[in-house]
């Protein structure tokens, strides 16, 4: 993937970047505060990412339009608040939120992680996914994820290592867990049936029935199963009526877009000028607006709407057979086993059961062997994944500890992990080396081909003998890498001189006020090139 540009305006004054390369890019400035961070936020934002522009700066006032090269095709995606409008190939997709842009991603532009969360699997949001590429000027953290809240550092490895192709249930254990309790269960059967005279010194369902205590722990267990299972089916109801709702929203913008209605809640039909034959469809919160008086126009736009439809959809059948899996296990938890008559009355049918018990223990020992065989297999599954992502996890560190013995040749430091620990936290210049280390290790070992983008690479101090290692090391991936930095007027030439950087120099900038009327006119034409009309 490959950024081409990025524009930032609105009907008064924009900005647009358009001088990105492939390989190595350095936007830099002899000063502060000449727009390089409002640039890199402004790209993370369309892709997604939660706005973290600098104080002062009214984002939400501003249009932000990032072009793309994915597969030799262009991407258009426009961002205003929540909302978003992509072009690719003369087609358009409107989104009113993260949640229908993740999905389009997903499934139209490349495939987005699926993770385990709360027991119900889904594509992790921008906010996660971009740390695999990205580190921005603030909240930098050695021990931790950014914005730290629903999603944990947990979710960031199994992230990594869905990226490294390990996208079995890393939660296999659970299963093992049940089939060793089944086993357990059996074989206590058994010798019940083997011994019935110490039926009370066994702990198995015959003791419910015969032992308070043991009855309480069972109910107390079969407790907890039905919360958990009854939580995840809330949260997985409650995901299917969000999907329904989108849906039907869609489904009532695509009826009245056709029937040409003058109003609805999902979207709007609008005069463009009063009494005209101009008409105009508004998205969700009025953020952007299509000229939709040719007949072209409208079938782009229908078609996007069906898009999202056919997308909530496919959601809601998903949602709705993990529910059916939910209500199955409820079924399952909450069901009565019966106890055979012998574990009651075990003195006075000793005799008369023995028959039925020989023929019960038969059973018991073909479901053993079937089940020992199920555990075996399930055992190798588990560690051979375990050996995978210790394996995933070593190779990633291991090149973290490579790029830093390259960077600072007389470092002390051994990283042991992705993360550092809260008692041993990186600062100043080793932090820095830190967290460009974690992004050169992230692309070579997953080899994913995002843009590496570092607001401010050269923080705390980085000397300019230790700059020029990671320029060369960084210069050996395929990726293409934007990195920006602020530097002393003497220094700046260094990276125009240099004929394997694409050298991006902000230092004309007015201080504070990047955004001007220069740029007005082609700004507008990005934004009527994707059907929205400026309001």
Known sequence: MIIKSIGI?????????????????????DDNNKGKTIVIQSIMFCLGNTPA??????????????????????????RKNKNFVIKINNEYAVFDNISEFKRYWNKNIEELPVIKKDNVWRIVDPELFVQLFFVGQDKKNTYDIVNKGWYKKEDFYKLIYWMNGIKDDVSLGEDIDKVKRRITDLKNEKGILLKENKILKKNNIAMEYLSSTNDRISLENMLKEVERIKNKLISLKKERSNAVSRKTKNEIALKELRSLNRSMKIGQISCMDCGSTHIAYESADSEFSFDISTAKIRTQILEAIKEKIDIYSEEIERITNQISVCQKELDDCMETEEVPIEALLILRQEMEGAKDADSRIKEIDAELK??????????????????KIQKTKD??????????????????????????????????????????????AFAHILKHDYPIIVDS?????????????????????NNQIIFTTTVKKEEG???????NIKSINFSEHTTNKMLS?????????????????EG
């Open 9 to 29: 305006g609105n009907l008064e004054e924009a900005y647009i970047c358009k001088e990105f390369q492939k390989g190595l890019n350095v936007i830099w400035s």
């Open 53 to 78: 522009f600098p104080t002062g700066f009214e984002y939400e006032d501003y249009y932000y339009v990032l072009v793309i090269e994915q597969n030799s095709e262009l991407i258009k995606i426009c």
């Open 370 to 387: 079937n089940l020992s065989d199920k555990l075996e297999i399930k055992n190798a599954i588990s560690e051979d994944l375990k050996g």
């Open 395 to 440: 190779a990633i560190v291991e090149d973290m500890n490579y790029f830093y013995s390259k960077i600072d040749v007389e470092g002390q430091s051994v990283y042991s992990d992705i993360f550092g620990t809260k008692d041993k936290i990186y600062s100043g210049s080793e932090a820095t080396e830190f967290h460009l280390a974690k992004m050169f």
């Open 457 to 477: 690479f050269r923080a705390e101090d980085l000397s300019t003998d230790r700059e020029d290692r990671v320029l060369d090391e960084f210069l050996r991936l």
């Open 493 to 499: 030439g260094k990276y125009q001189r240099s004929t």
């Open 517 to 533: 009327e220069l740029y007005l006119e082609e700004f507008k034409k990005l934004i009527e090139d994707l059907m929205i009309i």
